[in-house]
């Protein structure tokens, strides 16, 4: 194995100590006099801390991408549930506080007992339903975009062996909150033009555009600017990063719809104008995993452009190579 730079690797059957699969399993000697940085150690660059494991700083596969994404979740679980939290809880209790008369309060149990009133039940209610349904509109246009940068923020250090805690990643994304509500109207106007021709172009948008919160959250762009840095990223891989992009939005919807499927339907039996409150701990429950686990893929996504398109693994290679030079 030769290091980085040259000069050389492990004796034949390495080190004592030294595992080739897996590294170092024991004390490993210095390196001999005049060796470079690295001697004896991989070449391939990971990234990740002890806390989070080793993460994929390399041109990714749909592999590592979903193991990095439940690892760095699991790592910064807290600081990735309180962003979520501090926004989907408010306004998923006020969305269904006003979905409580809904079917007019009544459970399915009551209603399947008293089929005369099962009309009446539907013709009621209509205005809170009305009213919840805007609420969480609302929020996707206003919030989920917010979350989805504050929580690549998070991911993004983590990836790169830093921490960011939930106070310190909103102070840093909230000075681009238009940027981030405005790139978020911008993509989804394209996209219901790419559905309205065809499945296929609308899709096509998506998967072009998945890394624009990231790359505002991250480099501190602008709506326009990061679409076409997000564009430029995804286009010479576009049908590789659609098949995962689909493929996260499957999984996070099924994800979201196992934790909080229980909930809902429990307060459709009950009655909302009682389980209302159930309600909203299904959609919260949903959230909170489904969102920040969309975002985490589109910041890994983001980063496999980088490293794939501009060497961002060799650069960080090289830095962390620098920074062992300059403690000599």
């Known amino acids: ?96 506080f006003l979905q409580r008369d809904y079917l007019g309060g009544s459970g399915l149990v009551s209603l399947f007992n008293d089929p005369t009133a099962a009309e009446s039940a539907l013709n009621s209610g209509g205005s809170g339903q009305a009213w919840g349904t805007l609420v969480a509109l609302v929020a996707t246009v206003f919030v989920l975009p917010f979350v989805a940068g504050a929580v690549s923020r998070i991911v993004s250090a983590a990836y790169l062996g830093e921490r960011m805690t939930a106070g310190a990643a909103l102070r840093a994304v909230r000075a681009r909150w238009w940027a981030f509500i405005l790139a978020w109207l911008l993509v989804h106007l394209l996209e219901v033009v790419g559905f309205a021709f065809c499945i296929l172009p609308g899709l096509v948008v998506m998967a072009l555009f998945v890394s624009v919160a990231p790359a505002i959250a991250v480099e501190g762009l602008g709506p326009i600017r990061a679409m076409k840095r997000s564009f430029r990223l995804v286009r010479p891989r576009l049908f590789p990063v659609l098949g995962v992009a689909v493929l996260a939005g499957i999984l996070a919807s099924t994800v979201g719809s196992v934790l909080g499927g229980v909930p809902q339907v429990l307060a459709l039996v009950v009655g909302l104008k009682w389980g209302w409150l159930l309600l909203a701990l299904g959609s919260v429950l949903s959230g909170l995993v489904s969102t920040p686990l969309v975002s985490i893929i589109a910041t890994l996504i983001y980063y496999d452009g980088r490293i794939r398109q501009e060497g961002l693994d060799l650069q960080i290679m090289a830095a962390d190579l620098a920074r062992g030079d300059s403690r000599r």
């Not at 979903?66 to 790592?75: P, R, V, Y």
């Open 1 to 96: 194995m030769e290091a980085p730079g040259g000069g050389g690797g492990a004796p034949d059957g390495g080190w004592p100590g030294w595992d080739p699969a897996g590294g170092a399993t024991g004390p490993t000697p210095p390196p001999p006099p005049g060796a470079p940085p690295g001697y004896g150690y991989p070449t391939q660059p990971k990234g990740g801390s002890a806390r989070t494991g080793p993460l994929p700083l390399h041109p990714m596969t749909l592999s590592d991408i979903l193991d990095g994404a439940i690892n760095l979740f699991k790592a910064e679980a807290r600081a990735i549930l309180l962003v979520t939290a501090a926004f989907i809880i408010p306004v998923q209790l006020v969305a269904a």
